[in-house]
């Protein structure tokens, strides 16, 4: 399996413009996260998915903040309008419903606003 | 919600020397604690954890103790190698939910 997949790898964009970062989770798996990595506030859940439907959000920072999972293998995290404090390494993991909590994180994406 | 703090924030030793990464938290109802370890330009990856019904679990090289009582939980790696170098996380939560509270990470270079 090639693991969980992100594009882009790095993303530099100017205050104002949409970002959109994708993810493709690993195939079988029902839960996808997504989280944000900065070295003020270390690594912190955003939202997660179950069989595609958003379950908790509650750590999406703000209204320009959007996630989608149109499919299972597939999701976008969006910001809009986004700001330089926005900078910072995105993760997307995923794991199987079983009941095991292992979550396999892709490699990110490194998001500089200016 | 939940505070994880851990400590050492760096953390030098030489090869073959033990390591110990120390993280505290404050939620007495988490009931699992994770140890991520984190390669530059990669994803975490889940080395060891641990749920509250044990007071330790060891896989090879490395061990993770908790202590319910006192709310802490540590992460023991001997024999250490170069490719221990890595940044490590600790987190707590509840086992079997999906909302995982982070410590600040702890950089461990392993000096050959």
């Known amino acids: 399996d090639a693991g969980v997949i992100q594009s882009p790898r790095h993303e530099v964009t100017e205050m104002g413009q949409e970002v959109t970062l994708r993810c493709k989770p690993i195939s079988g798996h029902d839960y996808l996260f997504w989280y944000r990595q900065t070295m003020m506030r270390g690594l912190e859940l955003l939202i997660y998915?179950?069989?595609?439907?958003?379950?908790?959000d509650s750590g999406m920072p703000e209204d320009r903040f959007s996630a989608k999972m149109p499919n299972a293998s597939f999701s976008t995290l969006k910001i809009q309008p986004s700001e330089p404090r926005d900078s910072a390494v995105y993760f997307c993991?995923?794991?199987?419903?079983?009941?095991?909590?292992?979550?396999?994180f892709g490699p990110g994406t490194r998001l500089t606003v200016l | 919600g939940e505070n994880v703090e851990q400590h050492p924030s760096t953390l030098s030793v030489q090869e073959g020397d033990s390591a110990v990464i120390k993280c505290t938290y404050s939620d007495s109802a988490s009931n699992y604690f994770p140890w991520y370890k984190q390669e530059l330009g990669k994803g975490p990856q889940l080395i060891i954890d641990?749920?509250?019904?044990?007071g330790e679990k060891k896989d090879q090289r490395i061990a993770v103790t908790l202590n319910k009582t006192a709310k802490h939980f540590s992460l023991h790696i001997t024999e250490t190698q170069p490719e221990d170098s890595a940044v490590y996380f600790c987190?707590?939560?509840?086992?079997?939910?999906?909302?995982?509270?982070f410590g600040s990470g702890t950089k461990l270079n392993v000096k050959p």
């Open positions: 998915f179950n069989n595609n439907v958003p379950i908790d």
């Open positions: 993991a995923s794991r199987t419903g079983n009941v095991d909590n292992e979550q396999f």
């Open positions: 641990i749920r509250s019904n044990v």
């Open positions: 987190a707590a939560g509840l086992y079997n939910f999906n909302k995982f509270y």
